[in-house]
């Protein structure tokens, strides 16, 4: 069975940081392109970052904010959230897919978010 849990969320102060957890079990995260999504109240889901074996990608919205990374002993992606915004505010989901096009499209497994908000 595999599942995705994500930790690291919380309340912080605009201009704060924090850095969330996508830890997995029942599969090898290195051999996925793994990504972070964001849902805010009433608006779509919108994907943030991701990291394959070719490298990262960022949404235009958070780059040069976020970093993504992984530890493979550890089996988890990590995603670094720095300078926060109130419209960062959102539940965050990793998700893991054969290829990023794929993660994009509609990735096949999904954690079950994490809630950061940002206060102004």
């Known amino acids: 069975q595999v599942t995705l849990v994500e930790s690291g969320g919380g309340l912080v102060q605009a201009g704060g940081s924090l850095r969330l957890s996508c830890a997995a079990s029942?599969?090898?995260?290195?051999?996925?392109?793994v990504g972070w999504f964001r849902q805010a109240p009433g608006k779509e889901r919108e994907f943030v970052a991701a990291?394959?074996?070719?490298?990262?990608y960022y949404s235009d919205s958070v780059k040069g904010r976020f970093t993504i990374s992984r530890e493979n002993a550890k089996n988890t992606v990590y995603l670094q959230m720095t300078s926060l915004k109130p419209e960062d505010t959102a539940v965050y989901y990793c998700?893991?897919?054969?290829?990023?096009?794929?993660?994009?499209?509609?990735?096949?497994?999904w954690g079950q978010g994490t809630q950061v908000t940002v206060s102004s």
């Open positions: 998700a893991a897919a054969d290829t990023v096009p794929a993660l994009r499209d509609g990735a096949r497994y």
């Open positions: 029942g599969l090898t995260l290195r051999s996925y392109a």
């Open positions: 990291i394959s074996i070719f490298g990262t």
